[in-house]
């Protein structure tokens, strides 16, 4: 032990504490479920998990991954490259591709390590990403990661503002390639991006449109494929990430999607592929199982989407001005981050496990309670956060 490191990162977390900050961890003792057990809580409503479609303990997904785990071992014990792609791995890709829509897939260990891998591996000193404002920390790290790495080039547009967009486009008209990034469903507003007018955009000045749809994977579309089936362009977008942590049987892993080429370069090329070991074959075998079961269930996804409707309506009607959307993502803003923590304590009080964000997850003053409706949550669970929001709003004030 290190005692000034220590000491030094110990004043810092008594001063998290100190600024109500501070996170605590609350252990569950049940699996990933709407309703599940909390360490010294009993039952809880769970409203702000990745569960959409309450896949990571269905029994065709664990029954998926059990096999997996019988069939090929505990672990890879090696890079993809090496000795370490299973059969499993390469029928898992097959799956992805098709569902979202493209030629090929490749798996990461998740999609934060995808996000890694794809600016810094496909661009170069030539070349230019351009990210929008919100997009998600692991494409941030990736952007900053592949200035650094490949010495390519970087932008940032306003969020969702095509025309400040278009603005650094045209800036970059010299690049040899421009790649536009973008979430398809925000984490932290719970909005769609702008997909169509992105991918008109990307032919008129010729750039690479990826999506990052890891809230959207499972979630958006009448059969779950994601931002572009929402829109009815599947097979335009040029490059997906996503994470098989969420809607996809939630368990771990990430995996990029597009040309045959494209994948096919990553497996090549891409750090992570290289130097890391591959998905482990029992979370890509439960995450397979999970893709068959949502293209066999379509319903879940219209279950999903009904109830988001309810939960926003029902938060509206009681007097909370949630950000508008449709996803099944519903923030609250509460402004300082010790109040969307003192939120969600109280909340959890009253049974319901609503997670709070604040600096630097979300900008300073956005602090806010993000509510996550599932396929699973029946409208009772709903019924019973809704009154619990209710209680908790008029204690703090907020309606
Ligand atoms: C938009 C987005 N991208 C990437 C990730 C990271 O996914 P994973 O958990 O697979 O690393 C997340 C997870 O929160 C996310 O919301």
Redesign the pocket.
Known sequence: MHQDLDQRLRGDIEQFRRDGVYKRFNHLTSPQAPRVQMEGRGEIIILSSNNYLGLSNEPSVVAAGRAGLEQYGAGTASVRFICGTFTVHRDLEAALAELVGTEAALSFV????A?EALFATLLGPEDVVISDQLN?A??IDGVRLAKVISKCETAVYRHSDLADLEQVLQAHRDKRTRLIMT?GVF?MEGDIARLPDLLELGRRYDAVVAV?D??ATGVLGPNGRGTAEHYGVVGEVDIITS????ALGGA???FIASSATVCDYLSQRARPQLFSNALPCTVAASALGAVRHLQAHPDLVTRLHANARYFREQLVARGFKPLAGETPIVPVILGETAKAIRMSEMLLDEGVFVTGFGYPVVPKGEARVRCQVSAGHTREDLDEALGAFERVGRALGLI
């Open positions: 998740s999609c934060w390590n996000n998600h692991s494409i979430d984490s990052d890891s809230h994470t098989l942590g969420k771990a892993g990430g």
